[in-house]
């Protein structure tokens, strides 16, 4: 299990439920009281009848059981409970929605302390930092809620593309979005950010300085950015972010057009010939064009095949871009084409929307249980045949040990960036930099039921063998979608670079210098301060 490598790992001696240094049923009866006169603040375990479906982690494969779930909403409620924590040495752990695909948001008998409930809005259409307007979110905040709101002023905010995945975690990795292309990454629309950490200061921070007010109400304030630096990409290793300030850009029409092939067709695999092309458009597009492309192989009661659906936005009316006409039409052509070559068309579906709002309420609300990830930044200078050929031969792989097994199955996502990612210059914000020049990133997944599957290994390295095929034409990975069992070595290389991460390590060092924040694959979560080593 995750939390338990991560404290071998550490030689962090955490204490468990089932361990005699576990607060007994009358302290943690005594913690609820007080919590719950804190302004309402609800502690939960695993004996209380509405404990099922609160420990949120929706991939199965790496959720545990929490020992406790606390429900905060303020600063002193976040505080209360930091502070029973390490009174009794348990683990913390920060949860909003769940969606994560690592389980970073959970662990066996660690203290979950959820902000699933903080759900505050604030707009400032005269916000000194951006003309167009600012939108405060809280951290329980899901996309869907501060599109919404955003849509209610003629505005949007950069955020992602699935509706009930919160404002918080998202962030903190990166964040693409189907606006990326016209607006950057999530990360680099972040103005500010409010936050507890490990010392239970209540921190503001952004590119003017930072702002912290100690638990005795002291106040200092510094010019000192680093912490909002390595928050916007360095993950969620620093504290308990209370809300964020983002930009907000001007609202318009989305046009969609979303279309389903079948790329296997008399045992030979297409999936290339809709790669090379789509790909060929995408390097050359405006910003105002964005999609995604989903190929999936696998067996199902009516069969074994492979099926890819091409999902293209534009931002703006089709009907109303006379300088984007000739790429509506070139990307609106190609299901014809290729019919021609011998991909067989499922159908597309046309659609145009009033606000981009307006086309988050028609995405499917995905969810998994038992998932392994992998992921690549796929960049524009390496993108060629061959990448197509790679992915289209793995597939058809895939294809085949389905139609033996029926349990081989792939899922994938290419994520169409470049575009305004590329305006933000390397270093400005703590992504890797590979995604200034990358076209797509890349995901891709096997799923299973335990129930029929006990051994997932081998389909988990078939993941692992298609982005180890695809890494001379990439560069990094995304944080919040990548494989969850790379060495320290990798993960520290893939999602930041060696340079990028000691200037990470150096900030949590000084922000939580006795690690009470760890998470898997997180910064500095094989850090161990007792000896000021990297144990691994």
């Known amino acids: 299990m995750l939390s338990s490598l991560l404290c071998s790992v550490l030689s962090i001696d955490y204490c468990r ?92 008998g660690v203290m979950q302390i959820s902000v699933h409930y903080m759900k505050g809005i604030k707009v400032d259409m005269s916000c000194a930092e951006n003309a167009l307007g600012c939108m405060e979110v809280q951290s329980g905040v899901q996309w869907i809620e501060a599109y919404k709101v955003a849509s209610e002023h003629g505005r949007l905010v950069v955020g992602g593309s699935a509706p009930t995945v919160s404002v918080t975690g998202w962030t903190l990795g990166g964040g693409h979005s189907p606006m990326s292309r016209m607006f950057g990454m999530g990360v680099d629309n972040v103005l500010r950010f409010h936050l507890v950490t490990a010392d239970l200061s209540e921190v503001w921070t952004s590119a003017e300085g930072t702002k912290i007010q100690k638990e005795d109400g002291s106040m200092t304030f510094s010019d000192d950015t680093s912490l909002f630096w390595a928050l916007r990409g360095g993950g969620s290793a620093f504290g308990v972010v209370i809300d964020m300030t983002l930009k907000m ?48 192989v696998g067996c199902s009661a009516l069969g074994c095949g492979g099926s890819v659906t091409t999902s293209m936005l534009h931002y ?61 930044l796929l960049q524009e200078d390496y993108l060629s045949t061959s990448v197509s050929d790679v992915v289209s031969k793995h597939y058809f792989r895939t294809y085949q040990k389905a139609k033996a097994d029926r349990v081989a199955n792939q899922l994938g996502t290419f994520i169409w960036v470049g575009g305004a990612v590329k305006d933000t210059p390397v270093g400005e914000v703590a992504v890797h930099e590979g995604w200034r020049k990358a076209i797509f990133t890349y995901s891709s997944a096997f799923a299973w039921d335990p129930n029929t599957l006990a051994d997932p290994s081998p389909y988990k390295d078939d993941v692992k063998r298609l982005h180890a095929d695809l890494a001379p034409f990439s560069r990094g990975k995304y944080y919040n979608e990548a494989e969850n069992d790379m060495s320290p070595e990798q993960w520290k290389k893939e999602f930041w670079g060696a340079d990028m991460y000691a200037q990470l390590l150096n900030i949590k060092k000084q922000w939580d210098p006795l690690n009470k924040f760890t998470c898997a694959q997180c910064v500095g979560s094989d850090w161990d301060p007792a000896t000021d080593a990297v144990i691994g």
Not at 67 to 92: P, T
Not at 258 to 286: H, Q, R, W
């Open 316 to 376: 703006g009316s089709a009907a109303e871009s006379p300088d984007d006409a000739d790429w509506i039409k070139a990307f609106t052509s190609l299901p014809h084409k290729w019919t021609e070559q011998g991909v067989t068309n499922g159908g597309c579906r046309l659609a145009e929307f009033k606000s981009f709002y307006a086309y988050e309420m028609t995405v499917p609300n995905n969810t998994y249980a038992n998932v392994f990830l992998g992921g690549s």
């Open 17 to 108: 439920p089932t361990e005699s240094c576990w607060p007994s049923d009358a302290i943690i009866q005594d913690f609820k009281t007080r919590m719950k006169a804190l302004n309402g603040s609800v502690v939960m375990t695993k004996d209380d009848t509405d404990w099922p479906g609160q420990a949120l982690t929706f991939n199965a494969a790496v959720a545990e059981v929490p020992g406790l779930i606390v429900f905060v909403g303020e600063v002193d409620q976040i505080r209360q409970a930091l502070k029973f924590a390490y009174q009794y040495d348990i683990e913390v752990k920060v949860v909003s929605s769940g969606h994560s695909f690592f389980g970073r948001c959970g662990g066996e």
């Open 249 to 296: 850009h001007m609202d318009n029409k989305i046009a969609s057009m979303v279309c389903t092939y079948s790329f296997i067709e008399n045992e030979t695999s297409k999936l290339d010939v809709v790669l090379n092309s789509m790909g060929e458009l995408m390097l050359k597009a405006p910003n105002t064009f964005s999609g995604y492309i989903l190929p999936s």
